[in-house]
């Protein structure tokens, strides 16, 4: 279920949502791989399982996805830093960590170099290297 929207985007722009990543959300196609990518985070932070299946690559988009979390390890998205964008064409990376909390346990940060593609004008996750 999503959570309420929130005025200044998760993804620590410090932009309003919905001139942010709510836009991506509500379907315009992302600029580039790190926009795709800071809005993906904010999909998770805002529990937006459809947006996250919409903007993953087919060749590599999982049957199906749950951010439900188990009883009392409720995942608390903490935020997010972008180290690097690098683009060649219609293919790019970018390497980011996000930071999140899961029930009372201490703060993790986990930190990917994700791949990114460009078909037809939009991008998708394609995977973590």
């Not at 929207?5 to 990543?21: F, I, M, Q, R, S």
């Amino acid at each position: 279920m999503s959570q309420t929207v929130p005025a200044t985007c998760p993804c620590d722009l410090g932009k309003p949502y919905a001139e942010c990543c709510g836009r991506c959300h509500a379907g315009e196609p992302a600029a580039d791989a790190a926009q795709l990518m800071r809005s993906r985070y904010s999909a998770y932070v805002l529990q937006r399982a459809d947006y996250l299946l919409s903007s993953w690559h087919p060749d590599t988009r999982p049957a199906e996805l749950s951010l439900d979390d188990a009883p009392g390890q409720r995942t608390q998205w903490l935020g997010l830093t972008v180290h690097e964008h690098q683009q060649d064409g219609d293919r790019a990376q970018v390497r980011f960590t996000a930071r999140y909390r899961i029930g009372g346990g201490s703060a993790v940060k986990m930190t990917e170099h994700s791949r990114f593609q460009r078909i037809d004008g939009n991008w998708f996750y394609l995977d973590a290297l």
